[in-house]
């Protein structure tokens, strides 16, 4: 019999690359989704028939306890979170409720119904914010920025403890950032091919930004997806930096977005004052040579093609008619 796999945030993007490479290794995966949401199943079309949905909440001992009983799971995902930066300065007590405390009771799910499931746990290198050093390690210190990155530092500490404490298997990957067609349309990468397609399309005429010189180590959801599969069939849990190495900033990726489709982004991007945040992450750069040497891991995608892929992707969906539209 295959193994299972019990995955929050199942919906996003992250959730349902995890679920499709998880259904090609022949696992049952089990999906949490809120029982007062519409659940947008957009993203796990291709196996949405294949996962099996339970109804729990991040923010819900309980439910997250019987979801456990109910699906028994050699392994747990968890992706569940407040994911936007931006909105965690005025949400802040959801963004630690759910990115923070979430985690705890995952933890505590896992160590009431079996603890010997195995955890993976979403870090992120938020936590890293004001940077202590270029690049960025397992093993350098967190300097977070922002609510979010925060609540993010601690669900990595608790993590970490619960393993400690209990023995647990149970691992955190700080992925830096990862995006993919199915990036969210809040994020600025998807928000920037979004608008490329638009504006090409006559649909909008300007983008508004807030900081385009902040720079990130931007890698393809996809890839990270397999390295998160791969800590969990390691013997011992361990933390792991994904990432591609490479650093580039907002603005290197209007000017391959923008030219993919024959424009030139300065004549359309307008700087939005609004936009930029109360402490700015200004540059990350992430090393993963411990994932490549032990967990033999790599990223497949570089730059400029997952930049081109976003574009075209959303080049597609505008041409089809579908319209989304982002007004912040
Ligand atoms: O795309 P972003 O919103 O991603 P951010 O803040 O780096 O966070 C993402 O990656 C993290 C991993 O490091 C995850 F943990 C987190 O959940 C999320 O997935 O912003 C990227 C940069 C920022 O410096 C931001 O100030 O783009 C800058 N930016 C400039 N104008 C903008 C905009 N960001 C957004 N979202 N929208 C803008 O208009």
Redesign the pocket.
Known sequence: MGKSAFITGVTGQDGSYLAELLIEKGYNVTGLVRRNSNPNLEHLKAVRERVRFVHGDILDQRSLIVALEESQPDEVYNFA?Q????ASWTQPVLTGEATALGVTRILEAIRTVNPKIRLYQ?????M?GKVREVPQTERTPFHPR?P??VA?AYGHYITVNYRESFQMHASSGI?????SPR??L??????ISNAVARIKHCQQKE??????E????WGYAGDYVKAMWLMLQQTEPDDYVIATGETHS?REFLEIAFSRVGLNWQDHVKF?QN???PA???H?VGDASLAREKLGWKPTVTFQRLVESMVDADMERVGRGENHWIS?
Do not use: P, Q
């Not at 992925?175 to 995006?179: D, Q, R």
């Not at 983008?207 to 385009?212: E, S, V």
């Open positions: 979170a994911s936007f930066v931006g979403a870090s992120s290198s938020e890293y922002s979010y990155g993010k992925c830096f950032n990862h995006e990036r969210g809040e994020f600025v990468t998807r928000k983008l508004k930004l807030g900081n385009i902040a720079s990130r180590d907002v939005d936009l930029m945040r700015e992450v200004d990350l912040w």
